[in-house]
């Protein structure tokens, strides 16, 4: 097996495999190498090849730490064929050779975080290796996943107040429209809009806006996204964002308006995911990951517990993935920061 950095001349092959591989998603996605660009954090690109067909890819964005020195995360990767029986060497050939590539650029570990389901058996390949788990992950570490059929198997697996809020939409006249041009900036102005005015309410931060326009020039550009907006006549309810890596779709960004008090519930939010679902099935889609719920058994005051409520009336399987694990490469530096993020995180206590 041969392990290397890869070239624009791999580009077609990369993605290809990331179709072809259900532990792949966006995040490494060719394109995405524009928004991590965007957030200060350049990727670092890798293939694992075997009798010179790529076997796993790994992209790694750099995070810059003093001194010149870095710390490399790998956001639900590496992406591989985990059920493959070869899948042990090809685990153990990928963190040979990341360590490797890791301390010729001064990074001094490397954080996976694999799309590889907790309690099934291959999650054992990550055991034994010198990998370190951390609790934390920097993803969100659980997700609910739908698989697509017709119409009417598919709102038969919704809750009954989610098929009666679909159909409600529709008698409310709100239709859904796609827009997969990824040099219209309307679309995703106005859906930014959107998405700052639902995290106003739920207290986030305001997302920026270049880092949404870069998002959807890159993957709508690429022809692997759409922006869907749900509207009443010519006023715009809900508007949201779905990618699309082979046979799997993705819920990334989406807001909505919500009513004034006195004014009839639209139910738009409801009408713009089934026109996602019914987008990605059209596009040969499988299987729909609504991206991001609430761990398991949180309460009412977790703050996505509301639109994990939302995403459970679709329906689906919930995977809670397993975890993030460090690669050290400099144990001693790996130790300096562990000790003074956990410095940092008594300060903030003492704050609050």
């Given amino acids: 097996m041969h392990f290397r950095p890869v070239t624009d001349a791999d580009a077609p092959a990369w993605q290809a495999f990331l179709a072809a591989n259900r532990s792949g ?8 190498a524009d928004v991590a660009a965007f957030d ?5 690109r ?3 090849e075997d009798g010179g067909a790529i076997v796993a890819i790994v992209a790694a964005q750099e995070r810059s730490m003093l001194a010149g020195r870095m710390f490399w995360y790998v956001p639900h ?6 059920e493959a029986r070869e899948a042990g060497d090809r685990v153990r050939a990928l963190l040979i050779g990341l360590k490797i590539a890791a ?3 001064r990074a001094i570990a490397v954080k996976l975080e694999p799309r590889l389901a907790m309690g099934t058996s291959k999650a054992a390949l990550l055991r034994g290796r010198r990998l370190r788990h951390a609790a934390d992950t920097l993803q969100v570490g659980q997700t609910r ?6 119409d009417d198997a598919l709102l038969a697996t919704f809750d009954k107040d989610t098929r009666y809020a679909v159909r409600r939409a529709e008698r409310e006249g709100v239709a859904v429209t796609a827009v997969d041009d990824g040099s219209d900036l309307r679309a995703i102005d106005e859906l930014h809009a959107l998405v700052g005015e639902a995290q106003r309410r739920a207290g986030f931060p305001m997302p920026a806006l270049d880092r949404y326009r870069v998002a959807w020039r890159a993957l709508g550009g690429s022809g692997r996204a759409a922006i869907l907006e749900a509207r009443r006549d010519d ?23 919500r009513e004034e008090r006195g004014e009839p519930k639209r139910y738009a939010s409801y009408a713009l995911q089934w026109a996602m679902m019914r987008l990605a099935r059209d596009r040969g889609v499988t299987h729909h990951d609504l991206w991001g719920i609430a761990p398991p058994g949180a309460g009412p005051e977790h703050a996505w517990h509301g639109v994990g409520l939302f995403k459970k009336g679709f329906g689906g399987v919930e995977i809670v993935w397993v975890g993030s694990w460090d690669l050290v490469v400099d144990p001693a530096l790996y130790r300096l920061r562990a000790a003074t993020g956990i410095l940092r995180g008594w300060v903030r206590k003492l704050r609050r």
């Fill in 46 to 48: 890798y293939v694992l």
């Fill in 235 to 257: 006023e715009l309810l809900a508007s949201g964002m779905i990618v699309f890596e082979g046979p799997r779709s993705f819920y990334l960004f989406s807001g909505s308006r």
């Fill in 145 to 150: 996943i739908v698989d697509l059929a017709d």
């Fill in 40 to 44: 200060g954090q350049p990727q670092r």
């Fill in 77 to 82: 990767g590496p992406v591989l064929d985990w």
């Fill in 103 to 105: 301390r010729q650029h």
């Fill in 25 to 32: 998603d966006f995040l490494h996605d060719w394109a995405w």
